[in-house]
């Protein structure tokens, strides 16, 4: 059954509202850098580092200082750069930084806790402690990525951070993500004693012969995608970052609309939701840029443009669309309009 408008409206604007204050902390500590960088104070202890190894003791130090003394070849002893202002938050590509937070909160919310219409008081004690989880653990694997990038992060000039999909803000809610999914496919916030009854494994080979032949066409129709965007400069030059989540997407629209045609033509309303919200979304993002000046849309960015060159205005597309064509669908599945239409349905018990 699908959920009623105004509940749409209360989860949409919740997990709006929690995505932006999450990102808003990102924001503070890159304010708090200004125009220096924390660099690891080696004079405290093994190379600075406490805490399991995991938090760097670190200073400001202005860049120009930085600069001057990493690019001298006589001075041997150079400063380590650990972050700099945009290693946090990246406002300069702030609807990419934002749709990743708005994933996670929707699948906290939505599908974890039951938000706003499915809340059980007997399970959300337990549900509220499988969030917990997933939040320290989304911490501490971050901590320790950025323990590693700062490690590796010799070069003089280097940043733990320089292209929009390793931004620190984007790894915690992507752990976030990618923790909650776990959590739910082992089934700890709910602990049902209802098994389900085991699938019939006759049907086994069938299936999978179908699955694997659409997956392998969705997988080739986006690497095409992918490879047209990289040629045309509307994705980052290293596709890696934005091929990933073209692959996620793959995989999640499998899991939420069925895995060949026959089942996708049924299922109208969730894809068209899908592309109606991203198309929508993508000029929202454009407007907001116009409008502050400072917050990035990724793709005819003025502020990337500035930055990189006129012809990396558009690097951010790719994974604008990808990123955001996963929360509409995950939002669809959220309210349940991803199934087939209740017309659909009575026809084929008729």
Not at 26 to 44: A, I, R
Request: net charge neutral; charged share 15%.
């Amino acid at each position: 059954m699908p959920m009623k408008l105004s509940n749409v409206i209360l989860l949409l604007v919740v997990v709006v509202l929690c995505a932006t204050f999450s990102l808003r902390i990102f924001q503070g500590l890159d304010e708090m850098m200004g125009d220096q960088y924390w660099v690891v104070d080696t004079t405290q202890g093994d190379h600075g580092w406490y805490g399991m190894g995991l938090l760097p003791h670190v200073k400001k130090v202005p860049k120009e200082v930085v600069q001057a003394v990493n690019t001298d070849p006589d001075n041997d002893d150079k400063y380590i750069i650990y972050a700099q202002n945009g290693d946090f938050a990246g406002n300069s590509v702030y609807g990419i930084c934002l749709g990743i937070p708005l994933i996670m909160y929707l699948i906290w919310f939505a599908f974890i806790l039951g938000f706003p219409d499915r809340i059980d008081p007997y399970l959300l004690p337990r549900r509220i402690f499988t969030l917990t989880v997933i939040i320290m653990c989304s911490v501490i694997v971050n901590l320790f990525l950025m323990r590693i990038a700062a490690d590796f992060a010799r070069d003089p000039m280097s940043r733990i951070a320089n292209v929009a999909g390793n931004h620190a803000s984007l790894l915690f809610h992507n752990a976030g993500i990618w923790f909650a999914i776990l959590f739910s496919a082992l089934g700890t916030p709910n602990h049902s004693m209802r098994e389900t009854a085991a699938p019939d494994s006759r049907n086994w080979q069938t299936q999978a012969n179908e699955k694997f032949n659409w997956m392998f066409v969705l997988l080739f129709a986006v690497t095409i995608l992918e490879v047209a965007l990289v040629k045309n400069k509307l994705a980052l030059p290293d596709a890696a970052v934005d091929y990933s989540v073209w692959i996620i997407l793959v995989v999640i629209f499998m899991r939420m609309f069925g895995f060949s045609p026959k089942y996708w033509v049924k299922r109208g309303r969730g894809i068209a939701i899908m592309f109606a919200g991203t198309l929508i979304t993508l000029p929202v993002f454009y407007l907001l840029e116009r409008a502050t000046g400072t917050l990035g849309a990724g793709f005819a960015s003025p502020i990337l443009s500035k930055a990189l060159g006129p012809e990396n205005a558009n690097i951010g597309l790719s994974l604008m669309i990808s990123i955001y064509l996963i929360f509409w669908m995950e939002f669809a599945a959220a309210i349940r309009m991803n199934g087939p239409s209740h017309r659909l349905t009575t026809e084929k018990q008729v």
